[in-house]
């Protein structure tokens, strides 16, 4: 099945991280940093298919050597806590062999990185599944953060643009210093280029499913973009993927499993009602030029034309047993005309409706408690920053550690505000995971009791789609006949010789329903 994953993270100082060893890891190589005087050693990793560095006109030669190129960018990054790479994961296509997932990979990362003057170190990944399960291709990308200049020196992150008055000097605080703003020097970080890679990467996906002949789309918009009523599942990551691989139930598993079988069910409720809607409409056009059969006649007709062709009694038994099972829920019903059956798909319609904006609710509030979850991470991560400004009792001090640090205060704030309106710290003023994992868990469970509760509706649109095929099958074959009739009999005659093949080619079908 085809599957949509992109994501990009930051390795950064900041997090304990060395690109260097980023870099080794990805590669399954042993490299060797410079900077903390250490060796990360990854030659027993499995799983690496190939790893490669693509490099942009204005990139010095000896940057495709991964470690001269990794502790370059450790070199040219000062700051204790600087932002070393980006790091990107997109999920490769199962449908396609791994030779050609390979020059997609490529042909992506030059067009959408490496044109854009990103040195690009990939690495592709084939996780390796003992069990038969479906593998796990993967991309990984790391990019320095840091911009070339056209001559292949390291450029400059950000540049000043210092704010001016009305007349156009530049202002000044209360000391006397120039106020400015740090404007990136590229674009490469703004949420509307991740947008555009996101897309991208759909894009060329789905282009190669059609060169495929692949009735198969990727998307890279959330279901809530794209207008669907699902719950999108929870990306599990490499460790909780390996546990599972060992037979281990995980949470995040479990899930998703769970949430599957939920879009599933309700999908298809949609799916049927709509079809019933729209059929039963054309139903009504079709049988207004004569008069209107019943809806048992027309499924007597049906099941009649069914056990002429089948040539087998097991075929037969099949037929009869579907028709009595729809001739029973017509007179459980009290259907009888076209008419009646409308009606009835109307009102099963009516309270279907409320199940769907009920479940739009829930995936709402559940999708607001993952929005929560990542909140009070980004919460728990800045609090000890958020702390220790707190306690800075100098106010010089404290401006000049809220500058340093101003990034994690601002996520400390905008997290908080959005874990107090959800009444989610606790009176220390911590992070209360435990009520959100508790109030999850009543959300799902009162999507079971759903489920639970509107399972005669789903199986009333089975039977009612059940109804739908056989009058329809039949209402369409007299609409053929009425058309044939107003051709000229010779004519009819020449197309029925074009159009049957010889007898001796044809053989036996078995027209038993499923």
């Known amino acids: 099945m085809a599957d949509y994953h992109f994501s990009v993270t930051q390795i950064k100082r900041s997090a304990g991280q060395s690109a260097v060893a980023c870099a080794a890891y990805r590669a399954g190589e042993k490299l060797h940093s ?14 690496v298919i190939c790893a490669d560095i693509l490099l942009p006109v204005n990139a010095p030669a000896e940057f495709s050597d991964r470690e001269t190129l990794w502790n370059a960018v450790e070199k040219a990054e000062k700051h204790p806590k600087a932002q070393l790479a980006y790091s990107f994961d997109f999920s490769l296509q199962n449908e396609f062999s791994i030779e050609e997932n390979i020059a997609i990979a490529k042909e992506f990362i030059q067009k959408n990185f490496v044109d854009r003057g990103m040195i690009a170190d990939y ?3 084939l996780s390796e599944k003992e069990d038969g399960g479906a593998p796990n291709p993967h991309v990984h990308v790391m990019c320095p953060i840091r911009p070339l200049n056209s001559d292949g020196t390291w450029g400059a992150k950000q540049r000043r643009v210092f704010r001016l008055d009305d007349n156009g000097n530049r202002i000044r605080d209360g000391d006397g210093k120039e106020l400015f703003d740090a404007v990136p020097t590229t674009d490469w970080g703004t949420p509307e280029t991740l947008e555009h890679w996101r897309t991208a990467w759909a894009e060329i996906n789905n282009a190669h499913f059609s060169e495929h002949n692949l009735r198969i789309k990727i998307d890279s918009r959330s279901f809530e973009r794209q207008g669907l009523s699902q719950i999108p599942t929870v990306h599990k990551g490499p460790n909780v993927r390996e546990m599972e ?10 899930r998703n499993r769970w949430i599957r079988q939920i879009n599933a069910s309700v999908r298809v409720l949609s799916e049927r009602m709509n079809e019933l809607i729209s059929w039963i409409r054309d139903l009504k ?14 499924l007597r007709e049906y099941f009649d034309q069914r056990n ?19 001739m029973m829920y017509l007179e459980n019903h009290g259907i009888v005309s076209v008419s009646d059956l409308k009606e009835h798909i109307d009102q099963v319609n009516e309270k279907a409706h409320p199940i769907q904006l009920q479940f739009i609710q829930i995936k709402n509030r559940l999708h607001t408690m993952d929005i929560l979850e990542k909140a009070g991470e980004r919460y728990t991560r800045a609090k000890p920053v958020y702390d220790q400004w707190y306690g800075i009792f100098f106010k010089k001090s404290k401006e000049k550690y809220a500058e340093q640090h101003k990034k994690e205060l601002n996520a400390f704030h905008a997290s908080r505000k959005q874990l107090q309106n959800g009444r989610y710290l606790d009176e220390k003023g911590n992070f209360d995971s435990d009520k959100l994992d508790r109030d999850r868990e009543k959300l799902l469970l009162m999507m079971e009791q759903f489920r639970e509760e509107h399972k005669p509706q789903s199986e009333q649109a089975e039977i009612l789609s059940a109804i739908r095929k056989a009058t329809s ?18 004519q009819i005659s020449k197309e029925t010789e074009q159009q049957t093949p010889p007898k001796k080619n044809r053989k036996k079908e078995d027209y038993s329903l499923d």
């Open 285 to 298: 056009e079709q049988l207004s030029v004569k008069p209107e059969p019943t809806v048992a006649e027309l």
């Open 473 to 490: 099958s039949v209402s369409k074959a007299e609409a053929q006949n009425r058309s044939k009739s107003s051709i000229p009999d010779k």
């Open 123 to 125: 690495a592709i990944h």
């Open 245 to 254: 691989r060992r037979g281990i139930v995980t949470e995040k598993g479990e």
């Open 308 to 326: 002429a062709k089948a040539w087998s009694n097991i075929a037969k038994v099949n037929n009869l047993k579907e028709q009595a099972r729809l």
């Open 34 to 47: 410079d900077y903390y005087g250490e060796n990360s050693d990854y030659t027993k990793k499995k799983g």
